[in-house]
């Protein structure tokens, strides 16, 4: 099988938080190092969105022009995921040119096929400013569930997909001029309704997505489906390839989700492999998007009708869309003061405790909410007590007393041990979660091995028993000494600079990828032969390996949000 996966294209207008961390780049990162890990031949895409309204208008309030601006976001946008090690084949622009040319062969394509046809609207329009007010040029209250900040493209607060002339009290967002009227303009629509029986039916093979996803789908189309018109009157984006539309640009919804595959054919211009041939239209490949719930309309309705009716790549096999991840219960706000700075929270505290609290609140079927005490008990809790506190003792106390190194002479092989045989299920439930990404799964699986492997190593005392029973301290020590190499290995998703810190106590001929992939894919076999004819050797003292966070610093954190 291929694997070809995708993030939502982060906007290009300001800086990501944790709910976007959590919610889409990190299961994305994860899933796709799982793949990668198990020998499957896997492609992660991703890359900025750099059209639409609010681009246009922050850049107009910065002072730059709409090139610099997007730019500038973009470089922003990698070095934060550079920071988290979320890692993409290809993370690219849609305001490159590349990605302006399959657009293009997108919109001809559907527009020879029908599915494009001009049509007459209303539109608003300031009377001060003479701006017409598409999108979010105009804010209002929403009709339909009184939010006063309702924006002309989607209501922030129930999530509408708002038609902006029933908009309550409009106001222009050029001026501030509430004098708006509605007058008659004309765009070009993508004609969803004339697919509404082929994408019923298309919509019914996907049952087994997630229960806030295909019920939600099946909710907005129970009605019909509504043409959406796919262009503007804005002086940024991609020019509709049509004399009679001059002057008008074809809309971001129409051309992000686009920028998968513009990014996958950029990525591969000069390889031997064929962008659609092998990946987009491959019956082999299994092509999921990561997004969040915001975005579920996008990729589970409007992309797949382009893709079926163009015939340019084939539709979405999985979607797994995450909830919302909140900031102490409420939306994160940078506007308002009510965010938690990503590149701050990386530099105090590093890689390895942020990804491993932000996998744990993975909203993978109802809201999560990001709070500094549940990170601080999380950490010291878990992963510092439950994984870093055992490594470091075992390890300390294998060193102290077999400086040397250890063989499996005379007690059951490692692989023949009740403790291996005890994790073993554990692995199993770790491959399956994983597989079906359910990330917070996959995460009690990896903490069951940690806890199986603690508790043999408590229970049997080597630190008592050494002395009296050499024999029985050392066969514990190599066991559990040889776990902690499994958790090196089964880490590498979740928490790769962990995992491969904990890997690196071991000698060269352990420590290398060919027995890393081998293990990750259940094979033991070199794992075995090792074991069987060479000491398992620890080659350095473990040096906090987890920290634990300070108290006194997530106290101060917390103070931040009180009130």
């Not at 038609?163 to 050029?174: N, Y």
């Not at 008990?377 to 510092?384: F, Q, T």
């Not at 190194?405 to 692989?415: A, H, I, K, R």
Request: hydrophobic share 35%; glycine share 6%; aromatic share 14%.
């Amino acid at each position: 099988m291929r694997y070809l996966i995708t993030s939502a294209l982060p906007y290009g207008n300001g800086p990501l938080h944790f709910g976007h961390i959590a919610g889409v780049y990190l299961p994305a990162d994860i899933y796709t190092r799982h793949r990668k890990l198990q020998g499957q031949k896997v492609l992660h895409i991703s890359g900025s969105d750099e059209h639409g309204v609010a681009i246009m208008m922050n850049a107009q309030k910065a002072g730059k022009g709409y090139k610099e601006y997007v730019d500038g976001w973009h470089q922003t946008h990698k070095a934060l995921f550079d920071k988290y090690n979320i890692k993409f084949d290809f993370f690219g622009q849609t305001s490159a040119d590349y990605h302006r040319e399959e657009t293009i062969k997108w919109f001809n394509n559907l527009y020879e096929k029908g599915a494009i046809e001009k049509g007459e609207e209303q539109q608003l329009q300031c009377q001060d400013c003479k701006n017409f007010l598409p999108d979010r040029f105009v804010e209002g209250t929403c009709y339909e569930c009184g939010y006063e900040q309702a924006r002309g493209d989607e209501c922030p607060n129930c999530g509408t997909w708002i038609d902006p002339i029933k908009l309550k009290d409009p106001v222009c967002k050029f001026c501030e001029s509430k004098n708006i009227k509605v007058v008659d303009a004309y765009q070009w629509y993508l004609k969803l309704t004339k697919y509404e029986k082929e994408f019923k039916s298309w919509l019914a093979t996907k049952s087994h997505w997630k229960k806030t996803v295909h019920p939600y789908v099946e909710s907005l189309v129970k009605e019909g489906l509504v043409d959406r018109a796919i262009t503007r009157d804005l002086d940024w984006g991609i020019d509709v390839p049509l004399e009679e539309a001059k002057g008008k640009k074809l809309y971001v919804w129409f051309d992000a989700p686009i920028g998968y595959v513009s990014n996958t054919k950029k990525l591969l211009e000069n390889s031997d492999e064929d962008y659609i041939k092998d990946w987009w239209k491959n019956d082999e490949t299994v092509l999921t998007h990561f997004i969040g719930k915001d975005n579920i309309i996008f990729h589970a309705l409007i992309f797949p009708i382009m893709s079926m009716v163009s015939g340019e790549v084939k539709t979405v096999d999985e979607l797994p869309a995450n909830q919302y991840v909140n900031l102490f219960g409420k939306q994160f706000s940078k506007s308002q003061g009510w965010y938690v700075d990503a590149d701050e929270a990386i530099e105090q505290f590093g890689d390895d405790a942020l990804r491993f609290y932000l996998a744990s609140l993975i909203p993978e079927m109802q809201d999560s909410s990001f709070t500094w005490s549940g990170f601080e008990v999380k950490i010291n809790n878990e992963l510092a007590n439950n994984i870093g506190n055992f490594i470091n003792r075992c390890l300390k106390f294998y060193v102290k007393n077999y400086e040397g190194g250890v063989t499996s002479e005379g007690f059951t092989p490692y692989l023949e041990s009740e403790l291996f045989k005890s994790i073993q299920p554990k692995i199993k439930e770790y491959h399956e979660a994983l597989d079906n990404t359910q990330f917070k799964k996959a995460i009690e699986a990896l903490m069951g091995i940690g806890f199986a492997a603690n508790s043999y190593f408590s229970d049997r005392e080597p630190w008592a028993k050494i002395k009296e029973d050499e024999a029985h301290a050392r066969e514990t020590l190599y066991n559990a000494s040889a776990t902690v190499f499994l958790l090196g290995c089964y880490f590498s998703a979740f928490l790769p600079t962990l995992a491969k810190n904990i890997r690196s106590h071991f000698e060269d001929d352990l420590n290398n990828d060919e027995v890393l992939h081998a293990i990750y894919q259940g094979n033991f076999e070199k794992f075995g032969e090792y074991l069987a004819t060479n000491l398992l050797k620890i080659v350095k003292q473990p040096e906090g390996l987890v920290p634990k966070v300070d108290k006194a610093i997530i106290k101060k954190l917390e103070e931040q949000f009180q009130g």
